[in-house]
């Protein structure tokens, strides 16, 4: 049978940028599926479009009508469908025709003996599937289950019916090889022409011959570029382009996030240069970089040294010959918010941060939690602990600075840039002779933001930035305001990630269990522990997120350490070591040693009696064991993981003889304990770096 591409494509009015590239990948993916479901195409090939205005799909090698297939279809067992006279029971006959047969259907049926049972199979014909048939119900399928927030309703042409979607649909375009495929849809009925760009379409309508021609008479007569990739490529390629005519020492901020929005936004992307006053650069550049990014889209161009000029990128949907009015339009929509940011700083700078520390007491915090000057003067308490853990002594007031780490909330610059938050009061903390430390401390305390994001640049940056997430874990959930599925109103799971990237990437010694059972309220002590196991839901999914394997990861974070400092020191030891031939077999030993010692009540004398070691395979484990120990702490102590655990090679053979030989639970009890803390003592050696016990599963 003849297979020919399959083109549909669905035009609304502008779709939400955010969501456009998403609904335009699930409609493709949903579509082709359905299509594979009634075997019209043999793998999932299709190639996606999506652009402010449409999404669609061109699915590969798709059959007008499937091939006919027989299968063979269980019915019933034979003592079940024939009586004793073998003839066929009403049970039989009503399945029969539950299939669409009828009794004479009983001649084509085959006996079959399985699992010594005789079965009744029947072999029926299935005609296949008819795309002309079958295509209005998959559509209506796909755009009913697109992932959309929020539907939106409207009426047809009639006045009467009212449909549901994410924006009113105007066209539907549905043609397979050179033909159109006839079809209703959401009140529609499916043409062969489309719609090109609002400016720059050569036609009123678009006329599609062809499916495999969609593309490229879309670029070249619609003035559309429906490929939301390419779109983007050229935006991007463009764009630097565009830069480097300014200068080789210049280049655009391209921001992911907003290089995919953008190209939702425009069909037929014309990049341009903007430019505003030279004045406007004296306003902190992260506040210009925002207000041209988050509120006009467009990309701030620096220089080599990563300062901030005064042009700007436009990506513009029209191509006009004069483009003159088009930057002048946009410098002019631009001007307004860079003098309202000019205002706010001027006005800022008349207030110190001292004032607007002192007025944080006007700021409520939490209803259960008092206000913000209450939250820093917790922060200091904290930081303050913290130091003297560290052996710190800088001579910081940490109550003036975590007062002024909270003081920028109260500026008129946060008040209209929330996500300027610490990177204003740097500014203004340097602007008052704070030293680069103290400054930089205010910023770097908020950080890391989001994944990846940058740590704290020094010591005193690192202290306030964790006693300000540990003061967040601990006075939200003394209070009950724990993370619920996927609500998490006051970015708990962020801070917690960001306090274990702090500690563990920075190589920070602190005991966070103490910390944690010094300042939980001990009002209020029910929910420490569901804090800890929180903590350690993050640092697994934290190091899982690095590649580590599940057995790995639980070798170092199955119960929570007390300390991170060393934590990827320790899992890369536990890779490196798992690698090894011996590791399976010494994870499996050390799991036998939990067991065994599961079950055994210490008296807390774990001392080895020697004079008790009768049997030659004990003496050899204990001579080994003292020779190793040794090692291993020496190497421990030099932070190097990976030769204290291939120390643990040597130990292996003197083990294997140890379980083969000796009996753990000896008659005599005397040496009966005498062999359970030889146990724990191995047992300790084996997990001086990790649970290598763990790994026994891998």
Known sequence: MQKNNLLIEILTEELPPLSQKELGEAFAKSITQSILDLKLIETLDYETFSTPRRIGVLVKQVLLCGETQKKKIKLMPAKVGFNDENKPTDALIKKLASLGENASATNNIELVEENGQSNIYLEKSFVGKNLNEELSAIINYSLTNLPIKKLMSYQLNDGWTTVNFVRPVKNILAVHGNRLVELECMGLKSVAYTYGHRFQSMHDVIQIKDADLYENIMLSEGGVI??????????????????????????????????????????????????????????????????????????????????????????????????????EGNEKVIRPRLADAEFFYKKDKANTLKKYSKNLRSITYHNKLGTQHDRALRVAKLMEFISKKLHVDDNVDFENLALHAKADLLSLMVGEFPELQGVIGRYYALEENHSDTFANAIEDHYKPKFSGDKLPKDQLGDMLAIADKIETLISLFSIGEKPTGVKDPFALRRNAIGLIRILAEKNISLDLNEILNTFYPSSNSNNLNELKVFIQERLINYLKDKDYTSQQVEAVAGEMPNNLN??????????????????????????????????????????????????????????????????????????????????????????DLFFDKIMVNADDDAIKVNRHNLLIQLHKEMNCVADISKLSNQ
């Open 226 to 327: 429906v490929c939301f990739n390419k779109r983007k490529d050229k935006i991007k390629n463009d764009l630097n382009a565009a830069v480097k005519k300014i200068g080789s020492k210049f280049h655009a901020i391209q921001d992911e996030k907003l290089l995919e929005e953008v190209t939702s936004l425009v069909e037929m992307p014309n990049i341009l240069i903007g430019r505003f006053e030279n004045q406007y650069l004296n306003v902190p550049q992260e506040c210009l970089i925002l207000t041209m990014q988050s509120n006009q889209k467009y990309f701030p161009i620096l220089n080599d040294e990563g300062e901030l000029t005064n042009s700007f990128v436009i990506v513009s949907n029209i191509h006009p010959k004069n483009t003159q009015n088009i930057v």
């Open 566 to 655: 060393n934590i990827l020191e320790r899992i890369d030891a536990v890779k490196t070591f798992s690698e090894f031939n011996e590791s399976k077999n010494l994870a499996s030993a050390n799991k036998r040693v939990v067991n065994i010692l599961r079950k055994y009540n210490s008296n807390n004398n774990e001392a080895i009696n020697t004079s008790l070691l009768i049997e030659p395979e004990e003496k050899v484990l204990f001579k080994s064991l003292n020779e190793t120990s040794k090692l291993i702490s020496e190497f421990i102590k030099a932070d190097n993981y990976v030769q204290a655990l291939t120390m643990l090679i040597k130990l292996k053979e003197p083990i």
